[in-house]
């Protein structure tokens, strides 16, 4: 009977042990990032949302558009996916279709900075710049930010953007010679950085809202899944 007791007492340590272990990697995990998982048919979605509107460079909708929406946005913001998945899809089916309002995306390094810093931020970005020169930068970021991996964990790489660029149906040979040097898409995101410096705007996603062409004033107290701040604005300026 003492050895049965003495083998009970041993196993008990082994699985509060055990436990301790998994406790403390768990939140090791926690630490590095939320996990995300990629949503399946991820580029059949973004083509069935954005297929037949035009796009311009970063510009989704008709250069006609009396109303522009400008996007802030880092494609490893969590945030950033939840708006584009969220409230951006109603905005696009509503007005963008409809040539009542284009969005405008621009870039704005927040959680990459604690990734891979503003190398991997330049890296990302201009890929998606340079899938605006086929008319995709959306259908790009889109992608991206259904696809997207943990935060901070550094996984953006060349095969991921590659991933990225067959699900947004780029021809991946004229994008990689556009991004042959991302450097040279660096004027671009500085320039993007000042703008939202100027306009108070740090973190992501952020937002400016006016008519085109127009003074362009900060959208604020908007969800991320809900589009009602983002309609009531629109709106207003139609």
Not at 100 to 122: C, N
Not at 187 to 210: N, V
């Amino acid at each position: 009977m003492q050895v049965i007791r003495e083998n009970k007492l041993k196993c008990l340590l082994l699985v509060l042990s055990l436990a301790l272990v998994i406790a403390v990697l768990t939140r090791g995990d926690a630490g590095r990032g939320l996990a995300i998982t990629p949503q399946p048919g991820a580029a059949r979605r973004t083509h069935v949302l954005l297929g037949g509107i035009p796009q311009h460079g970063s510009v989704l909708g008709s250069p006609k558009a009396p109303v522009t929406l400008q996007f802030f946005g880092d494609l490893q913001c969590k945030e950033s996916r939840q708006v584009m998945l969220g409230a951006l899809p109603f905005l696009i089916r509503r007005f963008v279709r409809d040539g009542e309002l284009q969005i405008r995306y621009r870039s704005r390094e927040t959680d990459t900075q604690k990734a891979g810093g503003w190398p991997e931020f330049v890296e990302q970005q201009a890929a998606a710049l340079a899938a605006g020169e086929q008319g995709k930068l959306w259908d790009f970021i889109d992608v991206f930010y259904r696809d997207q991996g943990p935060e901070f964990t550094g996984y953006v790489d060349e095969a991921f953007l590659d991933q990225i660029a067959r699900g947004a149906g780029l021809h991946r040979e004229e994008w990689k010679a556009s991004r042959t040097v991302p450097q040279g898409w660096v004027p671009q995101l500085r320039a993007d950085a000042e703008l939202a410096s100027a306009k108070r705007l740090d973190s992501t996603p952020s937002f400016l809202i006016g008519p085109t062409g127009g003074e362009a004033r900060p959208l604020l107290h908007f969800g991320l899944q809900e589009p009602k701040v983002f309609e009531e604005a629109v709106v207003a300026l139609l």
